[in-house]
C-alpha cells in the first residue's frame, strides 16, 4: 500500500521555525518528485515547494522564498521542508505529495497521484 505521512506540525509564534517531514512507505520516493501544498481555512489549496527525484530542479511559491527550504533523503525515504520566519499567513494543513517523475519539479496539485493526510501548522502569538 502507498503512503505517505507527514509530521512536524504545530503551533509556533510568528519568527519561529518548524521542520516538516514527508516519508513515504510502499513505496520508493527516488522516481518520484514530491511537492509540498498548504490549504488555509476557506481558500484553495496552493504550492508550497517541490522538489525533483534527483533534487536538481527545486522550486519555491513567492510568498516563501527565502525561507522554506525543501530537501530531500532518498536513503530515508523522506523529504523535509524546513519553515523559518514563520508568518501568520503560514498557517494552514500542510500536504506532501508524489508525482512519479524524472523530470523537473512542478507545483499544480492535479498533477500529483499520491496525497498525504496532511498536518496542521499554525503560526500565532
Known amino acids: 500500500q502507498l503512503q505517505l505521512v507527514e509530521s512536524g506540525g504545530g503551533l509556533v509564534q510568528p519568527g519561529g521555525s518548524l521542520r516538516l517531514s514527508c516519508a513515504a512507505s510502499?513505496?520508493?520516493?527516488?522516481?518520484?518528485?514530491i511537492g509540498w501544498f498548504r490549504q488555509a481555512p476557506g481558500k484553495e489549496r496552493e504550492g508550497v515547494s517541490c522538489i525533483s527525484s534527483s533534487g536538481g530542479s527545486i522550486n519555491y511559491a513567492e510568498s516563501v522564498k527565502g525561507r522554506f527550504t525543501i530537501s530531500r533523503d532518498n536513503a530515508k525515504n523522506t523529504v523535509y521542508l524546513q519553515m523559518n520566519s514563520l508568518k501568520p499567513d503560514d498557517t494552514g494543513i500542510y500536504y506532501c505529495a508524489a508525482l512519479r517523475t524524472t523530470a523537473m519539479c512542478v507545483m499544480r496539485t492535479g498533477w500529483y497521484k499520491y496525497w498525504g493526510q496532511g498536518t496542521q501548522v499554525t503560526v500565532s502569538s
Open positions: 510502499g513505496f520508493t520516493l527516488d522516481v518520484y518528485a
